[in-house]
Every structure is written in structure tokens, then in C-alpha cells.
């Protein structure tokens, strides 16, 4: 079972507090209005002693629609249950990539003050053996100032322009979510955190801020298993892969506005890598500081959309390049277009360039020399080339859609193809696949080809 943070404990307890207080008002002023429609109706009836019974009943009927309010509350759940299997051998413990059942719980609560918003699973993890409550929401959102938004809680935090190719969204990713065939959805994570959203002219200034560093869902070998380039293999350590956490802070920024109808941005980010690319002097993996710059735009473009991106990763820890147990610092840059090109079939092109700045110095330094790395030389630039096809029929109700992944310079590539069916509004399926190659075993997606999987997902709502 996880923790409950003090921020939630705080937005329970306000909850309770609040929602009694609700509840007496609203009864409160049921029993008020009741009251006056008596009156209503009785001096109404003896003003008119002639109305017909219809023209009564409708006049009836009126009142009771004015007088009905809808619930504030609202709520949603539904059960999904997931199975994935591996395609070839593989080093970690299972042949099972997913084996699951999950069950959702949404609760959202509107008043004229504050939003209320909870989402929470309760889910039995085969693969881990063991049953877990996963908190994906819980926030309370107001507006202290007509110009200023706040939302504090558990919250789900998003922003930039790329699908699937993240430059300045340094939010906390789930990784082994999205290799194992779980929705969309839980791909991006959720931290305890405050976001703020504040209004001027045409300007938007969002600020987020999380006390406690949330990293990605990164592989530890549970699930899937990744490269060692100490042993030259893949591993799946697991619980003896030991990370060196951190508890400070993370702060995020972005100015955007819109003109003449392109939407421009601007990014900045105070933290660490959010996965444990560094190794301390003791051996262990641990998360480097790292603060990130960035722009984007985006806007219609003949019938589609273009976007463009770049970010300037600077690696605190490591600004001469010359500490190859450090990554380097970064410039990350990218441009995509999405367009309909015929009914109902959707194309997405994206073109990604990564520079890895101080090559020289990295490629010179000790550890590098080493027979340690002799064989994982990494390029100064990487490229990396995306394709998305949806096509959707019989009434949206069936689609199928693959996204592909492909890098020239690692000479690797994933492929994730699905097919989604709505039955009807309670009962959906899915299945797809996450399939891996490459030449190299230590490249991005090369390492992974003993985790391509196969999947199937189904989901009850109600």
C-alpha cells in the first residue's frame, strides 16, 4: 500500500470538513424552497380557481424544472482487466509482461468556491504479486484572484507539443506503463504538487512546483530487463538495483500566448534528470541536477498541424563534459505536422535531433578510455524519425493506429501497433504489441528487443 502524503491527508480532511458544510446548506435551502413553492402554489391556486387540469399540470411541471438542481457531485468507474506475454526469451523472472485486474473510482465535486477532483485504482499486479492502491488524482483547484488559478494536490502535470517525444515536459513519466501495453492514460504519472496558472492581457504564466522530486517509473528488471554495459547483457536486478533518491524540490515554468493564431511558449525547469543516469563514487545510480531551457510553437499548416520544438538541457553536475559517469549536457530539438489526408485516416510526421554538447571532452575522458565503455560509443548527434497512422470506422467505434519508431543513427526502431473497439458505451477492447529491434544490444530501443510483447486489455465502465 502506498502513503498517503500530508498534502492529501490536508485535502481529506478539507473535504470532509467542507462537504458537511455543503450538504447542510444545500439541505438547508431545499427545506427554504419547498417552502415558498407551497406558498406559490397555494396563492396560485387561489387567484386562478378556473385553470384546466392541463394547463395546471404544465404550470406544475415548470416549477419543478426550475426547482431541480443538479448534483454537484459526479462519479465514474469502471474494471479493466490486462494480460501481455513476452515474445522470445528473456532474462527476467516472468514470461508475463502484463497480468492484471484493475478497478477505478472517479469522484469529481463542483462548488461555486473550489473544484474536487479524485482518481483511484485499486489494482492486483500478477507480474509483482501483490495489490496495490494507486492515488492518480487528488486535488482541490480555486480561484483566489479573478487572474489566478491553483490547483494543489496530486495532479497529473503536461505540457510541449511532441507525441510521444518529450523535450520540455520533464514530468514524471511511467515507462514500464507504456512498454507493457497499459493505456494512454498512465503513461504520464502523477506528483504531489502546486501548479498555478496566473492571466495577463494575452499572456499565460503557468508555475509548478513539487517539494518532493518525483523521477519516471524507470526499468529495474521487475519487469523488463535492460542493458549493463559493466557485464555486457542484459539484467533484470530488481530490488538489487539500488538508487541513491533525493527528496528536493522540482520547479517547472511555461509562458505561452497565442498570435495570429500560432500558439508560442516558453519553458524553463529546475531539478534533475528524472532517471538515474549518473553514477556517485560509491558505484550507485543516482539522479544528476539538470536545469532545462526551451521554446515551442505550433499552428495550422495548409489542412494539418505543424509544430516545432528545442530545449537546452544543461547538466550541472557535468558542464565540461568531461565526466563520462555524468551525462552531458544537451540540445534537443524537434518538428512534426499532423494532418487527415483522407477520411478518417490521421498521419503524424515527427523528425527529432538530439546533440550531445562537449563530445570531445566525453569522448576523451578516463572512463570513457576504459574498457568499461570501449564498445557503447554514443554519436554527438542522435537522430530519431516517428510515424503515427490512425484510421477509424464503423462510426469511430473500431480504430487501429501504429506509431513507429525509428533512429538512422542508432540503427534501431519500436513499433507499436493496437486496434481499439467500443462496443458500446460500457464495454471496449484492446490489443497491440510493442516490438523492438535493433543491430546494436546497447542502443535506446536495441537493448529491448527481448521485452517485445504482445497484449490484450478489456474495460467494463459504468
Same mark, same amino acid.
Do not use: C
Given at each position: 500500500?502506498?502513503?498517503?502524503?500530508?498534502?492529501?491527508?490536508?485535502?481529506?480532511?478539507?473535504?470532509?470538513?467542507?462537504?458537511?458544510?455543503?450538504? +447542510?446548506?444545500?439541505?438547508?435551502?431545499?427545506?427554504?424552497?419547498?417552502?415558498?413553492?407551497?406558498?406559490?402554489?397555494?396563492?396560485?391556486?387561489?387567484?386562478?380557481?378556473?385553470?384546466?387540469?392541463?394547463?395546471?399540470?404544465?404550470?406544475?411541471? $415548470?416549477? &419543478?424544472?426550475?426547482?431541480?438542481?443538479?448534483?454537484?457531485?459526479?462519479?465514474?468507474?469502471?474494471?479493466?482487466? +490486462?494480460? #501481455?506475454?513476452?515474445?522470445?526469451?528473456?532474462?527476467?523472472?516472468?514470461?508475463?509482461?502484463?497480468?492484471?485486474?484493475?478497478?477505478?473510482?472517479?469522484?469529481?465535486?463542483?462548488?461555486?468556491?473550489?473544484? *474536487?477532483?479524485?482518481?483511484?485504482?485499486?489494482?492486483?499486479?500478477?507480474?509483482?504479486?501483490?495489490?496495490?492502491? !494507486? /492515488?492518480?488524482?487528488?486535488?482541490?483547484?480555486?480561484?483566489?484572484? =479573478?487572474?489566478?488559478?491553483?490547483?494543489?494536490?496530486?495532479?497529473?502535470?503536461?505540457? #510541449?507539443?511532441?507525441?510521444?517525444? *518529450?523535450?520540455?515536459?520533464?514530468?514524471?513519466? @511511467?515507462?514500464?506503463?507504456? *512498454?507493457?501495453?497499459? @493505456?494512454?492514460?498512465?503513461?504520464?504519472?502523477?506528483?504531489?504538487?502546486?501548479?498555478?496558472?496566473?492571466?495577463?492581457?494575452?499572456?499565460?504564466?503557468?508555475?509548478? &512546483?513539487?517539494? @518532493?522530486?518525483?523521477?519516471?517509473?524507470?526499468?529495474?528488471?521487475?519487469?523488463?530487463?535492460?542493458?549493463?554495459?559493466?557485464?555486457?547483457? $542484459?539484467?533484470?536486478?530488481?530490488? !538489487?538495483?539500488?538508487?541513491?533518491?533525493?527528496?528536493?524540490?522540482?520547479?517547472?515554468?511555461?509562458?505561452?500566448?497565442?498570435?495570429?493564431?500560432?500558439?508560442?511558449?516558453?519553458?524553463?525547469?529546475?531539478?534533475?534528470?528524472?532517471?538515474?543516469?549518473?553514477?556517485?563514487?560509491?558505484?550507485?545510480?543516482?539522479?544528476?541536477?539538470?536545469?532545462? &531551457?526551451?521554446?515551442? +510553437?505550433?499552428?495550422?499548416?495548409?489542412?494539418?498541424?505543424?509544430?516545432?520544438?528545442?530545449?537546452?538541457?544543461?547538466?550541472?553536475? @557535468?558542464?565540461? #563534459?568531461?565526466?563520462?559517469?555524468?551525462?552531458?549536457?544537451?540540445?534537443?530539438?524537434?518538428?512534426?505536422?499532423?494532418?487527415?489526408?483522407?477520411?478518417?485516416?490521421?498521419?503524424?510526421?515527427?523528425?527529432?535531433?538530439?546533440?550531445?554538447?562537449?563530445?570531445?571532452?566525453?569522448?576523451?575522458?578516463?572512463?570513457?578510455?576504459? /574498457?568499461?565503455?570501449?564498445?557503447?560509443?554514443?554519436?554527438?548527434?542522435?537522430?530519431?524519425? /516517428?510515424?503515427?497512422?490512425?484510421?477509424?470506422?464503423?462510426?469511430?467505434?473500431?480504430?487501429?493506429?501504429?506509431?513507429?519508431?525509428?533512429?538512422?543513427?542508432?540503427?534501431?526502431?519500436?513499433?507499436?501497433? +493496437?486496434?481499439?473497439?467500443?462496443?458500446?458505451?460500457?464495454?471496449?477492447?484492446?490489443?497491440?504489441?510493442?516490438?523492438?529491434?535493433?543491430?546494436?544490444?546497447?542502443?535506446?530501443? #536495441?537493448?529491448?528487443?527481448?521485452?517485445? =510483447?504482445? &497484449?490484450?486489455?478489456?474495460?467494463?465502465? *459504468?
Amino acid at each position: 500500500m502506498k502513503k498517503v502524503t500530508f498534502i492529501q491527508m490536508i485535502l481529506l480532511l478539507g473535504l470532509s470538513i467542507s462537504s458537511s458544510q455543503v450538504f +447542510a446548506q444545500t439541505e438547508q435551502a431545499h427545506k427554504s424552497t419547498n417552502k415558498l413553492e407551497t406558498e406559490k402554489t397555494s396563492q396560485a391556486t387561489k387567484q386562478i380557481p378556473s385553470l384546466s387540469t392541463d394547463v395546471w399540470q404544465d404550470e406544475w411541471a $415548470n416549477d &419543478w424544472q426550475e426547482t431541480t438542481e443538479l448534483s454537484p457531485w459526479k462519479f465514474g468507474y469502471f474494471a479493466e482487466v +490486462a494480460y #501481455g506475454r513476452f515474445m522470445q526469451n528473456n532474462v527476467v523472472e516472468s514470461n508475463t509482461s502484463l497480468s492484471e485486474l484493475r478497478g477505478r473510482v472517479n469522484v469529481d465535486y463542483s462548488h461555486e468556491l473550489f473544484e *474536487f477532483t479524485a482518481k483511484g485504482d485499486l489494482l492486483f499486479d500478477e507480474v509483482l504479486q501483490q495489490t496495490d492502491v !494507486n /492515488t492518480k488524482e487528488l486535488n482541490i483547484a480555486f480561484s483566489p484572484l =479573478n487572474n489566478l488559478d491553483v490547483k494543489l494536490g496530486r495532479q497529473v502535470l503536461t505540457w #510541449g507539443t511532441g507525441d510521444y517525444v *518529450f523535450l520540455n515536459d520533464l514530468f514524471n513519466k @511511467d515507462w514500464q506503463s507504456f *512498454f507493457s501495453g497499459r @493505456d494512454d492514460e498512465y503513461l504520464k504519472s502523477a506528483s504531489d504538487s502546486v501548479r498555478m496558472t496566473s492571466y495577463w492581457r494575452d499572456f499565460t504564466l503557468d508555475l509548478a &512546483w513539487t517539494p @518532493d522530486f518525483s523521477p519516471d517509473n524507470y526499468l529495474t528488471g521487475e519487469r523488463f530487463s535492460f542493458y549493463s554495459p559493466i557485464l555486457k547483457r $542484459n539484467i533484470a536486478p530488481n530490488e !538489487n538495483f539500488i538508487v541513491e533518491q533525493t527528496q528536493d524540490s522540482q520547479w517547472s515554468a511555461r509562458l505561452a500566448t497565442s498570435i495570429q493564431g500560432v500558439e508560442y511558449a516558453l519553458y524553463g525547469y529546475k531539478g534533475f534528470w528524472t532517471t538515474p543516469l549518473g553514477i556517485n563514487h560509491q558505484g550507485m545510480a543516482y539522479f544528476p541536477k539538470m536545469n532545462a &531551457w526551451g521554446a515551442s +510553437a505550433l499552428t495550422p499548416l495548409s489542412n494539418g498541424i505543424f509544430n516545432v520544438e528545442f530545449s537546452i538541457y544543461n547538466s550541472l553536475e @557535468d558542464s565540461q #563534459g568531461n565526466q563520462a559517469a555524468i551525462p552531458n549536457s544537451q540540445v534537443r530539438a524537434l518538428m512534426g505536422y499532423e494532418q487527415e489526408i483522407v477520411k478518417n485516416l490521421t498521419v503524424g510526421l515527427q523528425y527529432y535531433l538530439e546533440k550531445t554538447q562537449q563530445y570531445d571532452a566525453f569522448i576523451q575522458s578516463t572512463l570513457f578510455q576504459s /574498457t568499461l565503455f570501449a564498445n557503447e560509443q554514443v554519436d554527438e548527434y542522435r537522430q530519431l524519425a /516517428t510515424v503515427r497512422l490512425r484510421y477509424s470506422t464503423l462510426q469511430q467505434k473500431l480504430v487501429y493506429s501504429l506509431f513507429a519508431f525509428y533512429s538512422p543513427t542508432d540503427q534501431d526502431s519500436y513499433l507499436k501497433p +493496437a486496434i481499439h473497439y467500443r462496443y458500446n458505451d460500457n464495454y471496449s477492447f484492446s490489443a497491440g504489441a510493442n516490438i523492438f529491434s535493433g543491430s546494436k544490444p546497447y542502443t535506446f530501443f #536495441g537493448q529491448h528487443q527481448a521485452n517485445t =510483447n504482445v &497484449w490484450f486489455r478489456g474495460r467494463f465502465s *459504468f
